[in-house]
């Protein structure tokens, strides 16, 4: 395994999609200055092919056939280094990306809106959705990193690194990928687990309206299965390839169609099946897994036992009547 440090820009929608206000970067000058995005704006979206997901990389590794883990990080400044995200067990893929015309739509789509507000240029500037279309096709030859969606870990914010994880050859000019150790990489992977640990415990902190009379202990068992970052991310890649957007499983909610931007691939996992009627070593599976809306998820657990899916859309059917 080769570990490897990458440097990406800044994107407020975490790599995700394209986001506004770059164009004239005075941070990630270069291409993301001239055009107002780069390639790699989508190497944590969900954007699943033939079972993988693919990443931009710049450069072409002297042994292509090697596997590879990434550390993503960008510049701020002051001088300080972000972890942005990670790739686990990537190949390298010579050909490139075999995105479907569906997904290279989309993503003009989203170029189209940088352009509605100015904040698109270079060869993009004037051009329509087809015409971005072909040209991210022509491009997709660009997007070699192959990985597996379990093995993608984007992070909801940016953790600084500290120096001393920092290769010695790296400076605020650094583009090029260069070497980690295997140590170094883990020590990486142990400061996002620490933001997605933290994350967790905000987000239940004022849950008390979900309550669980099996205890305090089944309660934090039961949370920490329905933020399991790694299997929901594979949950809703699998979900989008079988159905193509995100939606809620119960009442057919859909964030994006209803908040634009901020809504984008977002949505809540419930693991349908409780707790209590776990064995002690079980472990979650993608299929245990329902993608809701967060007002169905809360009724979802409202009663005791918990409602299930087929339960709480019948309830809906009969108000609406």
């Known amino acids: 395994m ?3 440090l990458q440097r990406i ?3 407020d929608l975490r790599s995700q999609q394209p986001s506004k206000g770059r164009r004239g970067s005075l941070i990630d000058k270069g291409y993301v200055e001239e055009t107002g995005f780069a390639h790699e704006d989508w190497n944590f979206a969900d954007g699943v092919t033939n079972g993988f997901i693919y990443g931009y990389s710049y450069f072409r590794p002297k042994d292509i056939h090697d596997r590879f883990s990434i550390a993503f990080a ?12 990670y790739y686990e067990d990537a190949s390298f893929v010579e050909s490139g990306a075999p995105f479907s015309a569906g997904l290279l739509r989309k993503r003009a789509e989203q170029l189209k809106s940088l352009q509605s507000s100015g904040d698109l240029g270079g060869d993009y500037e004037n051009e329509s959705v087809s015409q971005i279309s072909a040209r991210l096709h022509d491009e997709a030859q660009s997007y070699r990193w192959k990985v597996h969606p379990s093995d993608v870990h984007y992070l ?9 994880l920092l290769p010695k050859n790296v400076s605020r000019y650094f583009s090029r990928p260069t070497d980690l150790s295997g140590v170094t990489f883990s ?10 640990d933290r994350v ?5 902190k004022d849950g008390g309206e979900v309550e669980f009379p099996e205890g305090k202990r089944l309660q934090q068992l039961h949370i920490k ?5 790694k299997l929901i991310r594979l949950a809703k890649a699998r979900f989008k390839e079988k159905h193509g957007h995100l939606f809620c499983e119960v009442c057919r909610f859909d964030f994006d169609l209803t908040y634009g931007q901020p809504g984008v691939d977002f949505i809540e996992a419930h693991h349908t099946i409780a707790v209590s009627l776990l064995s002690r070593d079980a472990k979650t599976k993608v299929s245990d897994l329902a993608m809701v809306c967060s007002n169905c998820h809360r009724m ?6 918990w409602r299930s899916i087929p339960q709480l859309q019948s309830l809906i059917a009969r108000r609406a009547n």
Do not use: F
């Not at 299965?225 to 970052?229: F, L, Q, S, V």
């Open 9 to 11: 820009v800044h994107n």
């Open 300 to 305: 979802l657990h409202r009663t005791r036992p």
């Open 187 to 196: 020590a990486l992977k142990k400061l996002a687990r620490g933001l997605q």
């Open 200 to 204: 967790t415990q905000d987000n239940y």
């Open 74 to 85: 960008t510049y701020d400044k002051g001088g300080q280094w972000s972890l942005a995200g």
């Open 2 to 4: 080769r570990y490897l």
């Open 225 to 229: 299965r329905e933020r399991n970052a």
């Open 156 to 164: 909801s914010g940016a953790v600084p690194i500290r120096s001393s």
